[in-house]
Each structure stands twice: as C-alpha cells, then as structure tokens.
C-alpha cells in the first residue's frame, strides 16, 4: 500500500458517518420546533430527547474508541469506531436499542457501551483507566452543557410554551432538563464499580490477577444486576434522589425534568 492510499484509507476510517449526520439533522430540527413552538409540543421534546439521547450514546462510544487509539489500539479505525456510525459498534443492541427502550419505558438513561477494545494492544494501567473513564466523562460533559443554560435562566424566553399538568411552561428548557436527567443517570450508573460497567473498567486495571479472574465470570451479568436491583423501589427512590441532587446543585428542579418526562410521553395524555 501506497503512503497515498494508507492516508486516503485513515481518511475514511474517521469520516464522520451519514447515519450520524442524520441523527444530528432530527436533533437541530426538533430543537428548533421545541424552540420556537412549531408543531405539536410533545412530539417535538420527543424526538429531541430520543435524538439527543443517541448522539451522546454515538459520542460516549467514541470516546472509548478514540482514547483506545491514542492509547496503542490501532485496529479501532477499520472497525468504523471512529466514524460515530451506531451501526458499526460491537453490540448494536447493547449499544443503542436497549438504552433507548429503556428511556421510552421509564426514563432510565441505561448504560450503552460495547466497542471491542484490543486491551493487549495497550500497555499502562492509566491507559486502560481513561479509556474507561472516557465514556461517562462524555455524559458528565453533555449533562453540563444542557444543565447550565437551564440553571442560569438563559432559555427561560424561548418562544415555545405549553401547558402540562396545569403548569404553562416553555417547552425547550424543560426538554433539556429531562435530556440532562438522562445523562445524570447514565454517568452515575456507568461509573459504579460493578463488572461489565465502566467504573469497573477504571478500577480493573489495579486489581490483582486473581481477584480479576475471579470477578470476570460475572462482568456478562453486572447490568443485568444493577437494574434488578434499581426496579427495587427503595433503590430507585434513593437512585433519582441523587440524581436530582446533583442537578438542584445546578439550580435545576425536579419538577422541571418531571414535567419533561410528561412532554416526551405524549402517547399517554
């Protein structure tokens, strides 16, 4: 291979994907309804919020991907991580489908993640760390764009309003609220130190051979257990407690991602 076609061939590896340029597309446009006040308002934030949610989920994975190449996993690029495309991830179901489901059934921002990493390929315990931490870190920054305007009062004159539950509210800051719910939930889930999560990811490298040998049976199961446990709700009312916590710390209210919730469920008023 010529040094022309290896550059052509790295070139397609990072092209952005049409898949994610659609995604994008739904996003600015429902964006600008919700915005504005065009059409009918739930099914607006809907789209936002699902749009929204899949973007961060496409960037989340990315960031796995990209640190795992600047780390020493060359092999990322022919996978197509590099391209933002959810189609090319490892697992498209884990990935993409159940998080969505999971957001339409009960607003739970689930944890997405499969991009196979060669681990072989890289060599440091901070290496793999970051490559882990990557991931959440993306949620934790998406949350902080879409809490900060909300908190600030930057969006509170924005042209669209409705009214939900009595309350007649504008619909764009309220969208962004339940959105940024979503990433609150999803980075503090995905930082817990339970096999198959990435907060294990983090902490893995630091442990013991026999303790990791000994742990590795149950990583295929870790998600699986969080969430039996989370439906419990005690767990669950402790879970969104802190959830909500940590966005009244940025001066956004409960009441605001509830009222979110309700716009983005439009198939039920």
């Known amino acids: 291979m010529s040094f022309a076609d290896a550059r052509r061939s790295g070139s397609e590896e990072r092209r952005i994907s049409p898949v994610f340029w659609v995604l994008l597309a739904i996003l600015g446009t429902s964006g600008w ?4 006040g065009y059409g009918a308002p739930g099914f607006g934030v809907f789209l936002l919020v699902v749009a929204g949610w899949m973007v961060s989920l496409c960037l989340h994975e990315y960031a796995h991907a990209r640190t795992a190449l600047h780390g020493g996993d060359i092999t990322v690029g022919a996978k197509g991580y590099l391209t933002l495309n ?14 969505v ?3 339409l059934l009960g607003g739970i921002g689930l944890p997405g993640g499969a991009v196979y990493i060669e681990r072989g390929r890289i060599q440091g315990r901070l290496k793999h760390s970051l490559i882990s931490a990557a991931g959440p870190l993306v949620n934790v920054l998406f949350a902080l764009v879409l809490l900060i305007p909300v908190g600030q009062g930057w969006l509170d004159d924005t042209p669209g ?12 800051p309220v969208a962004l609220s339940y959105l940024a719910m979503l990433q609150v939930s999803a980075a ?33 199961y870790g998600l699986l257990a969080v969430f039996i446990v989370l ?6 009312t402790w879970f969104f407690n802190l959830v909500f916590q940590i966005m009244d710390l940025f001066q956004v209210h409960a009441i605001y991602a509830g009222l979110g919730q309700v716009l983005f469920r439009f198939w039920e008023s």
Not at 33 to 36: G, T
Not at 204 to 209: F, G, I
Request: net charge positive; glycine share 6%.
């Open 231 to 236: 439906w419990q709700s005690k767990v669950n």
């Open 33 to 36: 309804a919700v915005w504005s």
């Open 101 to 103: 489901i999971f957001v």
């Open 86 to 99: 959810p189609l090319k991830y490892a697992n498209g179901m884990l990935s993409f489908v159940m998080p």
């Open 161 to 172: 309003v409705a009214t939900v539950r009595g309350y007649e509210l504008h619909t764009f």
């Open 188 to 220: 503090l889930l995905n930082l817990l130190p339970v096999p198959g999560l990435d907060g294990y990811g983090i902490i893995e490298p630091w442990l013991s051979l026999k303790t990791r040998r000994a742990v590795e049976p149950f990583a295929p």
